[in-house]
């Protein structure tokens, strides 16, 4: 079975600086989807971004961008120019790429997640 | 369009109370799930289902049943409450069963079994 660790319970940092969120992840499988969501306070969830795995070329958006670890299982979210509006509890998931065995292909795995607070 | 909803916001149960928790999305998806959220644990899936007419156990269905309505509408029922299952409900939703799509969620739900 897959599992995501998210060792940051929370981070902090001031507005308009840069801030990194780590997730690591462990996997026996070669093709799947990694995934970053927000939660604001409204509870709502939110995707961030996205990377496949097959791709070596790491995924950004906007002021959100991944440095994307195959080899170490790792998957880290970087937010340039953090804003207010970044306040919330981000969330690494990850899912099993199709026909990769199992079942539940279509099911993410979440970390624990880690509350990021932005100071003005 | 409004996406994923889900009613209601917040409820609170005693111990063996039922209740139903309503969830609809109208982007036309395939595959709908529930989640659980709980302090410190992430978000773990209770119940999915993959298309219309068909349910799947997720990892944590114990206690825990699913009816899919319609394309449209997946509900999800506790017969007997017990505190335990005090939790944020997520219902989410996505275009087809395959790695490829993302999944959409709702605001969820709070609830308190008390």
């Known amino acids: 079975a897959q599992t995501v660790t998210q060792s940051q319970p929370e981070m902090s940092v001031q507005e308009a600086e840069t801030v990194t969120l780590s997730c690591t992840y462990d996997?026996?499988?070669?093709?799947?989807?990694l995934f970053w969501y927000k939660q604001p306070p409204s509870r709502q969830m939110i995707l961030v971004i996205r990377?496949?795995?097959?791709k070596q070329q790491n995924a950004t958006e906007n002021r959100f961008s991944v440095n994307f670890q195959k080899a170490a299982k790792s998957f880290s979210l970087k937010i340039s120019d953090s804003q207010l509006g970044d306040a919330a509890m981000y969330f690494c998931?990850?899912?099993?790429?199709w026909g990769a065995g199992g079942t539940s292909y279509g099911k993410l795995t979440f970390g624990q997640g880690t509350i990021l607070t932005v100071h003005p | 369009n409004a996406g994923v909803t889900q009613t209601p916001k917040f409820q609170v149960l005693k111990t063996g109370q039922s209740m139903t928790l309503q969830c609809a999305q109208d982007?036309?998806?395939?595959?709908m799930y529930w989640y659980r959220q709980d302090p410190g644990m992430g978000l773990r899936l209770i119940y999915y289902?993959?298309?219309?007419?068909?349910?799947d156990k997720g990892e944590v269905p114990n206690g825990y049943n699913v009816s899919r309505l319609n394309k449209r509408e997946f509900s999800l029922r506790l017969e007997s409450a017990a505190p335990s299952q005090t939790s944020v409900y997520f219902c989410?939703?996505?275009?087809?069963?395959?790695?490829?799509?993302?999944?959409?969620f709702g605001p969820g739900t709070r609830l308190t079994v008390l």
């Open positions: 989410a939703s996505s275009p087809d069963y395959s790695s490829t799509d993302t999944q959409y």
């Open positions: 982007m036309n998806h395939n595959s």
């Open positions: 289902s993959a298309s219309e007419g068909t349910t």
């Open positions: 996997t026996s499988e070669s093709d799947y989807y």
């Open positions: 990377q496949e795995a097959y």
């Open positions: 998931a990850y899912r099993s790429a």
